[in-house]
């Protein structure tokens, strides 16, 4: 009997739209642990069988699978938009914080100026009014 080893989501969609090969040995590794597993089902998924993983081999429906599949390819395409937007709004909160940065280096001069000020002795200054 020969052999089907699936290492990827790819080589279990190219298998299960073959279907040519159904009573081919199914084994599969694990993507999270490396380990090497034999068989999968139509009706449900399958864990892995490494010690404490909780990996699941999805179930050998290719509708379900293609489903998965762009469910999985919408949150990616949604995960980016954020990525993007979230460094966009980081750009712009940096340029803020810069230039509340150069308003508060403002803000200390004039009070240092002031406090010069409020030193000088006022009765040393000539009222011209």
């Known amino acids: 009997m020969t052999e089907i080893i699936i290492r990827k989501r790819e080589e279990l969609i190219k298998f299960l739209k073959e279907r040519s090969a159904e009573d ?10 490396g380990c090497e597993n034999i068989g999968a089902h139509f009706s449900h998924e399958t864990y892995c069988g490494g010690d404490g993983c909780r990996f699941r081999f999805p ?23 954020y990525r993007n937007r979230i460094g966009r709004q980081n750009e712009i909160v940096e340029e803020l914080e810069s ?31």
């Open 24 to 33: 081919k040995e199914i084994k599969w590794i694990c993507p999270k642990c």
């Open 59 to 81: 179930r050998l429906n290719l509708r379900k699978i293609m489903e998965s599949e762009i469910e999985a390819t919408a949150i990616a395409k949604e995960m980016e938009a």
């Open 99 to 129: 230039e509340l940065s150069e308003e508060k280096r403002k803000l200390e001069t004039m009070i240092n100026e002031f406090t010069v000020l409020k030193s000088c002795d006022m009765e040393k200054v000539k009222n011209e009014w």
